[in-house]
């Protein structure tokens, strides 16, 4: 593999998996809080990056060996509108400028592998920040979003509110390679 395109899927799985743990810290907050359903939101999401961080490590397969990875981490514990605000930072940083640089790279390089795991992350991360978008407003008029169940592919972390598509319409899988969280 080129090394560019392998130092993006590094600090790509760095990004994925910070994303994921913080998301669940936040999941507790919002639970405390009394906004369940932020809770649930920011824990399906959490179940998505996990599905990008391994689709990562698994392009790496051939790259063995322990190596520093730097990678864009936002900290902080405040009020669950904030902790959203910093989910649509986040994930507006990944679609403006990490996933569609790192795509286009592996583009340019010819990596068809490293392509389809950015393509599946960057189209997963615009619903991600959308959805985050509405259950803040929702947040800042002091309610608990309402929310419906929330499908996760488990091959490209599409995420979809309501019923389980018959097909992911990013990847193709089918309905039994859905989880719920409702
Ligand atoms: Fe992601
Ligand atoms: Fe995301
Ligand atoms: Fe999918």
């Not at 990056?49 to 990875?69: D, I, K, P, Q, Y």
């Not at 009020?79 to 286009?104: A, H, R």
């Not at 960057?122 to 509405?134: D, F, G, N, R, V």
Request: proline share 4%.
């Amino acid at each position: 593999m080129h090394d560019m395109t392998a130092a993006n899927l590094r600090s790509a799985f760095g990004g994925e998996c910070m994303a994921h743990t913080r998301y669940l810290v936040w999941a507790n907050r919002a639970e405390q809080n009394g906004f369940p359903n932020v809770g649930r939101l920011f824990r399906a999401i959490a179940h998505a990056e996990s599905v990008h961080a391994t689709n990562h490590f698994t392009e790496l397969r051939n790259e063995v060996g322990a190596l520093l990875v730097p990678s864009t981490a936002g900290f902080g514990i405040g009020t669950t509108s904030e902790n959203l605000q910093g989910g649509i930072e986040g994930e507006t940083f990944e679609i403006n400028e990490l996933y569609p640089t790192y795509l286009e790279t592996a583009k340019f390089q010819g990596e068809g592998g490293a392509r389809l795991s950015f393509h599946y992350a960057l189209s997963a991360e615009k619903i991600h920040a959308a959805m985050y978008t509405q259950a803040k407003q929702a947040v800042d008029g002091g309610k608990d979003p309402a929310l419906g169940p929330v499908q996760i592919c488990e091959v490209c972390g599409y995420t979809v509110e309501g019923d389980m598509p018959d097909k992911c319409p990013i990847c193709g899988a089918t309905r039994d390679q859905f989880r719920t969280f409702a």
